[in-house]
């Protein structure tokens, strides 16, 4: 694995190369981007990952600051893997420059997320613009746990013309239904309960309510996971997951899409 500090060295060395297939993360890696991994390099371009926790998409300082970082453990699965390149690149190598593109950021921006994080796509899309620029993948690989953020790259991607190609990938979760998440190794035992009990509630509830949509009944949902332990719901809405309207009435096509905290620790699944 050649492992990359600088964009203009890693231009050269992939510009000999037939294509690059992509895997953007901020470290910490897990069963979720293990298994992008594998799937990128099912395909005949050479795998780059990048790790880069991209200050500009976090809100809030701290949490910037307390995000997981683990670049030793993460050297080590890259290397087993057998990833070809690994770009960490330095926040001078990704924001010095002035991208060609200007980032396009979809009304849905403002929506779930966008509400409660400030700032939050305009830096995931500023920093996704500026990879796609350096890098101009054949593939980039993003998975369905963070929708939003995939919808709206995906609609950046089409705005601009950009050739690369995203390859959708479905959510890993625990044997407890849990989400992967870098997040999740600041839960202790106690607290993953807690999520794993969330996510079965809501996996019923989906069910039910697919049925009966009279059975959505928001506040009795939220008293029932604050019972489950859930501090602070941020928000949870119904969207099709095709072209993301609110869903109010019976319908087959959708996702419950929650954002909630547990202690301090703030978690998003859709299910
Ligand atoms: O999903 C992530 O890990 C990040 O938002 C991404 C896409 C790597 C951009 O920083």
């Known amino acids: 694995m050649k492992i990359f500090k600088d964009k203009h060295t890693l231009q050269k060395e992939i510009s000999k190369t037939k294509g690059i297939s992509f895997v953007p993360t901020m470290g910490g890696l897990h069963k979720g981007h293990i298994s992008l991994i594998k799937r990128s390099k099912k395909n005949k371009f050479k795998t780059l990952v990048s790790i880069f926790v991209n200050p500009t998409q976090?809100?809030?300082?701290?949490?910037?600051?307390?995000?997981?970082?683990?670049?030793?453990?993460?050297?080590?699965?890259?290397?087993?893997?057998?990833?070809?390149?690994?770009?960490?690149?330095?926040?001078?190598?990704?924001?010095?420059?002035?991208?060609?593109?200007?980032?396009?950021?979809?009304?849905?921006?403002?929506k779930l997320c966008g509400k409660f994080?400030?700032?939050?796509?305009?830096?995931?899309?500023?920093?996704?613009?500026?990879?796609?620029?350096?890098?101009k993948p054949r593939y980039i690989f993003l998975g369905k746990k963070d929708y939003q953020q995939l919808?709206?790259?995906?609609?950046?991607?089409?705005?601009?013309?950009?050739?690369?190609?995203i390859i959708v990938c479905k959510t890993i979760r625990e044997n407890n239904g849990v989400a992967l998440s870098t997040r999740n190794s600041n839960l202790n035992d106690n607290q993953i309960k807690i999520a794993s009990n969330i996510y079965y509630y809501l996996y019923k509830l989906k069910k039910r309510i697919k049925k009966n949509y009279n059975l959505f009944?928001?506040?009795?949902?939220?008293?029932?996971?604050?019972?489950?332990?859930?501090?602070?719901?941020?928000?949870?809405?119904?969207?099709?997951?095709?072209?993301?309207?609110?869903?109010?009435?019976?319908?087959?096509?959708?996702?419950?899409?929650?954002?909630?905290?547990?202690?301090?620790?703030?978690?998003?699944?859709?299910?």
Do not use: C, W
Request: aromatic share 14%; no cysteine; proline share 2%.
């Open 151 to 165: 919808y709206l790259i995906k609609k950046h991607i089409e705005k601009r013309k950009i050739k690369s190609k």
């Open 58 to 110: 976090f809100n809030k300082k701290k949490d910037f600051r307390s995000y997981p970082r683990s670049t030793k453990k993460d050297l080590k699965k890259l290397k087993k893997l057998k990833v070809n390149y690994l770009y960490m690149p330095t926040f001078k190598d990704i924001y010095g420059f002035k991208p060609k593109e200007k980032v396009f950021l979809d009304k849905f921006s403002k």
């Open 217 to 271: 009944n928001l506040n009795r949902i939220k008293r029932d996971l604050r019972d489950l332990g859930a501090n602070k719901i941020d928000y949870l809405e119904n969207y099709n997951t095709k072209n993301f309207k609110k869903v109010k009435r019976q319908s087959k096509k959708f996702n419950i899409f929650i954002a909630y905290y547990i202690k301090n620790i703030r978690l998003i699944d859709n299910i």
């Open 117 to 135: 994080r400030k700032g939050h796509f305009e830096g995931v899309l500023n920093v996704v613009n500026r990879f796609l620029e350096i890098i």
